[in-house]
Nanobody, 126 residues
Framework: QVQLVESGGGLVQAGGSLRLSCAASGRTFSTYAMGWFRQAPGKEREFVAAINWSGGNTNYADSVKGRFTISRDNAKNTVYLQMNNLKPEDTAVYYC???????????????????WGQGTQVTVSS
């Protein structure tokens, strides 16, 4: 059973930064793409960023390009999301997810991910 545990969320002023972490259990972490998604109240879950198994290929939503950076440390079974220049519209619950198939590209589709964390709240005040 795969477990994903997010941490690092909180309350920050607009223009500030946060770093989210997602720790994964299991021995096959290093062979799967990982993704970050977010969901604001009353809205659908949306793609934020994804990274392939090696860290050599990344994918970002247009709304976060140039502000957010996804990375991973396969030795620590952890994926990160560095969020800079945060805006009030970034306020949401942030979820990490493990890819459905080994060695696949970092997909923006929720259907390409089979395991999800419980989420961590990010609130950006104006």
């Amino acid at each position: 059973q795969v477990q994903l545990v997010e941490s690092g969320g909180g309350l920050v002023q607009a223009g500030g930064s946060l770093r989210l972490s997602c720790a994964a259990s299991g021995r096959t972490f290093s062979t799967y793409a990982m993704g970050w998604f977010r969901q604001a109240p009353g809205k659908e879950r949306e793609f934020v960023a994804a990274i392939n198994w090696s860290g050599g290929n990344t994918n970002y939503a247009d709304s976060v390009k140039g502000r957010f950076t996804i990375s991973r440390d396969n030795a620590k079974n952890t994926v990160y999301l560095q969020m800079n220049n945060l805006k009030p519209e970034d306020t949401a619950v942030y979820y990490c997810a493990k890819g459905q198939d080994r060695y696949y590209s970092p997909s923006p589709s929720v259907f390409q991910y089979s395991y999800w964390g419980q989420g961590t709240q990010v609130t950006v005040s104006s």
